[in-house]
């Protein structure tokens, strides 16, 4: 198996911060804003974003929560292993908010559809705006759009986007996988 380096730890950083930058341009009034990070992939990026947005910004005000799209996805009654749900942390209503939910990578939709169905148990937000790390542009299989991404990637069904997240933020970082297998 090959792998090729998409972001290495400091254009991670710098992609991190462009995103950052991107949400507080677009709404500039923080309060109103939540960050929904999707369970299990995208709460290291949404940790992230939301704690640039506080330090670049100086605001506490932005709110915060994960939340467990296992039950709300399409295929979950046709997998063999037995699912074991994450944890939901979300303690406020979303109710009239700004929302922006974060996942990782951006395969074929069906996470965040999932995504989307599990917040409404938490009220109706105002907007709802997604933001992504890895747009795998080529495998989407719901008219999904992210309106923040951190880079775009044409990838084939046999590719693997990986985003490594060390734990004292030493060596981030985004591969690409292959396979490159040959059928004899």
Do not use: C
Not at 22 to 48: F, N, T, W
Request: glycine residues 4%.
């Amino acid at each position: 198996m090959d792998n090729r380096l998409l972001l290495n730890h400091t254009a991670l950083n710098h992609t991190l911060d462009r995103l950052a930058y991107q949400v507080y341009e677009r709404h500039l009034d923080l309060s109103k804003v939540a960050i929904i990070s999707l369970q299990p992939r995208g709460i290291d990026l949404g940790r992230r974003i939301l704690s640039r947005l506080q330090t670049m910004f100086g605001t506490d005000e932005i709110k915060y929560g994960e939340i467990d799209v296992t039950f709300h996805r399409d295929d979950f009654r046709r997998r063999d292993e037995m699912l074991v749900p994450s944890k939901t942390n979300l303690d406020f209503t979303i109710e009239g908010m700004d929302i922006i939910l974060v996942d990782d990578v951006l395969y074929t939709g069906r996470t965040v559809r999932s995504g989307l169905d599990a917040m409404l148990d938490y009220g109706r937000p105002a907007n709802v705006e997604l933001l992504v790390l890895i747009d795998r542009r080529f495998s989407r299989e719901l008219p999904v759009q992210p309106d923040y991404t951190g880079r775009v990637v044409d990838v084939v069904t046999d590719e693997t986007v990986k985003v490594i997240w060390a734990e004292d933020d030493s060596k981030n970082e985004v591969l690409l996988f292959s396979s490159n297998r040959k059928d004899v």
